[in-house]
Every structure is written in structure tokens, then in C-alpha cells.
């Protein structure tokens, strides 16, 4: 799997953020697949943070307050770039022949 290629999640600075000030208590963001949420007396609360999908801000798009953000995009586009993954995930997708090396 290309996802990361080995790059250490908790190095990835992505997860959702919840302004609890904001939050309506709609229940949009429990619909992540990843479980990345679980609802308090309080509203929702970011348990499994590392289960985010890296770039996905689904939750936000979907989040009825506008409580729910996230890092700059452009923090992690820099991450990416500075550690090589884009390289890696490039060289990994083509060992998996999903990529063929003349689209490099
Ligand atoms: S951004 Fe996506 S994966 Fe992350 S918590 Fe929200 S819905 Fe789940
Ligand atoms: S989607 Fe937004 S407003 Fe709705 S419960 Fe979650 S954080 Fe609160």
C-alpha cells in the first residue's frame, strides 16, 4: 500500500479540531468511517486523531456549525515535498503497477 510508504502517521500533523463553541451537536462528523470521533454529554471528541485520512476534511465540509478545522493544506503539501513522500508513494504505486514509470 502507497498510503504514507512507511512514514510515521504521528509525525503528520492532521486531524480534525472541534470548536465545541460552534458545534450545533448536528452528528455530521460521527459519520467518519475511521472512528476518528466519539459523541460526549459534551458533543463529538477527537479520540483516534491518527485514524484521520491524511487531507480529508470531509467532517468540516459536512459540519453544520463550520466548528470543525484544520492545518493549512499548505503545511502538509511542504511535508510532503520535504520528506520525500510524493517521491516515495510515485516510486511505490509503480512497483505495484499502478503507475507506469513513462508517467514519471
Ligand atoms: S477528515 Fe475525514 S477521516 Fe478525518 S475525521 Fe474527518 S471525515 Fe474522518
Ligand atoms: S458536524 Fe460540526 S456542528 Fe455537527 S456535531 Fe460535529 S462538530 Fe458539531
Do not use: H
Request: include cysteine.
Amino acid at each position: 500500500m502507497a498510503w504514507l510508504v512507511g512514514y510515521p502517521r504521528e509525525k503528520v500533523n492532521w486531524y480534525p479540531r472541534v470548536d465545541l463553541s460552534k458545534c450545533v451537536k448536528c452528528g455530521m462528523c460521527m459519520n467518519c468511517g475511521k472512528k476518528v470521533y466519539e459523541w460526549t454529554e459534551n458533543g463529538p471528541k477527537v479520540v483516534r486523531p491518527y485514524e484521520c485520512i491524511v487531507g480529508c476534511t470531509t467532517c468540516a465540509n459536512l459540519c453544520l456549525g463550520k466548528a470543525i478545522t484544520f492545518p493549512d493544506i499548505n503545511e502538509l503539501r511542504e511535508l510532503y515535498k520535504r520528506e520525500n513522500i510524493w517521491a516515495k508513494v510515485k516510486e511505490q504505486l509503480i512497483k505495484e503497477g499502478k503507475l507506469s514509470s513513462a508517467s514519471n
